[in-house]
């Protein structure tokens, strides 16, 4: 633990003097305590994960590629809590297919969520330099409603939303504008939820693409 606030503390520094303005809107949002998923877009792969986290009061894990997991990488990103989630296009090292090996991905971030813990999702699924939403993917919803129901929905996880947008994300000084939405109550779509059926995670996903406020 206290290797990762030496990180995170260094993380500020850098991001505070790369970034000329490090503007952030209702940061109040970021002292909430979990269980917590917060879903950004993801216009740049390397700066996205850090700016939140940066602002986060407690420790968050991140989901991401799993293809970015090998032998060297996994005892680092284990100890990070990086969550690895993999698409049907991509190759992984084991005897598992993707759909099987996100069962356990899956679990853990339910087990995440069980102990008050704090998610941190990019539901587009990939990162481009392009000022444009993309349509986002239902992964985020499945994994709130799937920890909610496994508590009859009295666990009480939020989905907050997060906008991250940079006036240039690869040049020094430039500014980078956070803006937090209103956290969405998982619970309000027990009555959708069906665990053979996708109805409350569609609506949901929907939700979310309404509240997006980047």
Known sequence: MLLYLCLKAIARIALRIFFRQFNV????????????ILVANHPNTFMDPLVPASLL???AAFVANGSIFNRFSRPIFDYLHVIPVYRKQDKVAATLSPSELNKFTFQRCYDYLTNGGTLLIFPEGTSELERRLREIKTGAARIALGAEAEHDFGLGVKIVPVGINYTDPTRFRSDVFVNVGTPIEVADFKDLYHPDTF??????TEFKNGCRSW
């Open 199 to 204: 109805e409350a995670v569609e609506a949901l």
């Open 25 to 36: 809107r209702n940061p109040q949002q970021f002292l909430r305590q979990g269980p917590l």
């Open 57 to 59: 009061a407690q420790r």
